[in-house]
């Protein structure tokens, strides 16, 4: 019996394995759900090299999953180094899961059929030099090099609350490039950019702190942008950044964010590195606090989640006035393993996560949004339910057992 570690929605998980190296035939997955929550499009996640231990001679765009009832599981193989004629890395497919439930699904070789994707992401020319990213429950964006020319740049995250579960980037920036520059700031039913995130950072952008300081990462966006996964239910990219000064060290970042189908908060690892070694380097995951309303917020340094909630912008981009809230409320939220937190704290109008990094060694969390429009989320309540859970998601993940 062989235990090996692998991630379960981008979070470390056991796997047990028992194969031979040259058996064949079809593969039993064993997924469960080790907690008293029901578990919405959870993404089993496997290393392919298990997989083709078992059936070496099947191509991984070649696998088809089903499950226990005979009905086939969208899957997906991901390769995280550029070329497909090489192994893939990993193999991920969805399901929903009761409280404290065990599902059986079963892996052959086959001809999947085809997905309607539910992730997407792409470098955006037309606007600026924008990455953006989307589920089908939400969508975001980051700014790149050609906005620092118009205005002063950051590595702060962008919200775009949905109430569509379909995708709507492409649609959003087309009619902006073509009819109407700010169409995206105003609901035409499919939501909108109601989220302000100025020169901070936003929703999950990340910040070194340093001698009483929050220094912004990104400072003129991103430098090199490259799609490692884009769907049909796990969206993968990286993004490089210029060094910033830290006490005379340049110090970079390297930001790998995957986002799965179903999902409201994304998943960061952000690695730092720099010429001259740092000792105790504290970095901080934040939210931008809108002082200009009202807003409330919540730290769970225990169970390691932050979250906010205020309204969003006026139509056309405008602040709301007092009390109101014209174009509904936005929730974010940052999630860390609790193990990882070294302090939670309001600092320079941000909600701020402090960690310790290590130079060339990711630093991992989880952040994102949600709408009290999407048709998810009625209030605060339901929003910081649904951060709390994630975070349980993230301490207790399934455990996988495969057999032949």
């Not at 990286?238 to 006490?247: A, F, G, H």
């Not at 390691?304 to 007092?322: H, L, N, Q, T, V």
Request: charged share 20%; with cysteine; glycine share 8%.
């Amino acid at each position: 019996m062989l235990v090996k570690q692998i991630g379960v929605a981008g979070i470390i998980a056991f796997i047990l394995v028992s194969i031979g190296a040259q058996a064949k035939g079809d593969l039993t997955i064993m997924v469960k759900n080790n907690l008293n929550i029901p578990l919405q499009s959870e993404t089993v996640e496997l290393k392919w090299s298990d997989i083709s231990a078992a059936l070496p001679a099947v191509k991984p765009d070649h696998v088809a999953v089903s499950g226990s009832d005979g009905k086939e599981v969208v899957a997906q193989p991901i390769w995280f180094q550029s070329s497909k004629k090489k192994p893939a890395d990993e193999f991920v497919f969805q399901s929903d899961f009761a409280p404290n439930q065990t599902k059986t699904f079963i892996l052959a070789a086959g001809t999947p059929m085809p997905y309607q994707p539910t992730v997407y992401g792409r470098w955006v020319p037309e606007r600026h030099d924008d990455f953006a990213w989307e589920n089908d429950r939400i969508a975001y964006r980051i700014y790149g090099p050609e906005l620092s020319i118009v205005e002063p740049a950051s590595s702060g995250v962008d919200v775009w609350p949905k109430r569509t579960r379909s995708l709507i980037v492409n649609k959003w920036y087309q009619i902006a490039q073509s009819i109407n520059d700010s169409y995206y700031h105003t609901d035409h039913g499919d939501g909108l950019d109601n989220y302000k995130v100025g020169h901070g950072q936003g929703c999950g952008g990340t910040a070194i702190l340093f001698d009483g300081k929050r220094l912004t990462t990104g400072t003129k966006g991103w430098k090199t942008e490259k799609v490692i996964a884009n769907g049909p239910i796990r969206l993968v990219f990286e993004l490089t950044y210029d060094p910033i000064d830290v006490n005379g060290i340049g110090v970079r970042e390297t930001k790998r964010v995957t986002l799965d189908a179903g999902q409201n908060l994304s998943h960061y690892q952000c690695t730092f590195t720099a010429d001259t070694p740092i000792d105790n380097l504290q970095v901080m995951s934040g939210i931008g606090e809108h002082r200009d309303r009202n807003y409330e917020k919540d730290f769970n340094k225990k169970e390691g989640w932050m979250s906010y909630w205020d309204p969003g912008d006026a139509p056309g981009e405008k602040r709301p006035a007092p009390n109101t809230a014209p174009t509904g409320y936005v929730g974010t939220a940052v999630v860390m393993l609790p193990s990882q937190v070294q302090d939670m704290i309001e600092f320079d109008a941000h909600l701020e996560m402090v960690t310790r990094a290590t130079l060339g060694k990711p630093v991992d969390f989880w952040a994102g949004a949600g709408w009290d429009r999407s048709g998810d989320f009625s209030n605060y309540d339901d929003w910081k339910h649904y951060v709390a859970d994630f975070a349980k998601r993230i301490a207790t993940p399934l455990t996988i057992t495969i057999s032949q």
